[in-house]
């Protein structure tokens, strides 16, 4: 079964807005770990912001803020004030349990392009 | 210099040759990964290691093995490689502190692997 759940269509945001990119995930351990990664053209993946599942708040980094709703088991990413730079692919991935295997399940993706 | 170095970055190759793609580190973690991206499906581990002696499959190991000769260098081979072998693999390290800290993975820049 897929961990993680990506699937919102590629999104077109005006510059300067702020867009919401969707993530659902399946898992029944109680200790897990979110993360949102970027992706731009040029393939490198960037780290963009975590969330525990113990975390009280929700992270925010920066213009990168994770709307953790627990018991929809969804991490949303917001990205506030989109800047042309923006314009990558993001992908939400989890890390389950505290045995330190730290392997990540990745989502599929969703497609960001800002437009000015 | 990049934290996480993977040579080569692009590759062409016939069906059934072997391929080797390497990794190496300069962040002095243990715990080395090697990913595989196709589009539409986000990326999927294909093997890793905690420390030199250690070495563990992922989810789709099929068709590829490991080495971990050093701390720092982890590489990953197709000993004959076949056109849905087609990818972007990516080397990421991790270290680990235990509990539910980020332990982030830090990722290579990507090897693209074309096979003919």
């Known amino acids: 079964a897929q961990k993680i759940t990506q699937t919102q269509p590629g999104m077109f945001v005006q510059e300067k807005e702020a867009v919401t990119l969707d993530c659902t995930y399946d898992t029944s351990d109680p200790s897990y770990g979110l993360f949102w990664y970027k992706q731009p053209s040029s393939g490198e993946m960037i780290f963009l912001i975590y969330q525990g599942s113990y975390d009280q708040q929700n992270a925010t980094e920066g213009r990168y803020s994770l709307n953790f709703q627990k018991a929809r088991k969804s991490a949303n990413l917001v990205i506030s004030a989109s800047q042309l730079g923006d314009s990558a692919m993001y992908f939400c991935a989890m890390r389950e349990g505290l045995g330190g295997n730290n392997r990540l399940a990745f989502g599929k993706g969703n497609q960001v392009v800002v437009i000015p | 210099d990049a934290d996480v170095t993977q040579t080569p970055r692009n590759r062409i190759t016939k069906t059934g040759k072997r391929i080797m793609l390497e990794c190496s580190q300069t962040k002095g973690h243990d715990r080395m990964y090697w990913y595989r991206q196709d589009p539409g499906l986000g990326l999927r581990l294909i093997y890793y290691s905690f420390d030199v002696k250690d070495i563990n499959k992922g989810e789709i190991s099929d068709g590829y093995s490991v080495s971990r000769q050093a701390q720092a260098k982890f590489s990953l081979s197709l000993e004959s490689a076949i056109p849905n072998q087609t990818a972007l693999y990516f080397c990421?390290?991790?270290?680990?502190?235990?509990?539910?800290?980020?332990?982030?993975?830090?990722f290579g820049a990507g090897s693209r692997l074309t096979v003919l």
């Open positions: 990421a390290t991790s270290d680990w502190t235990g509990g539910m800290g980020a332990n982030v993975l830090t």
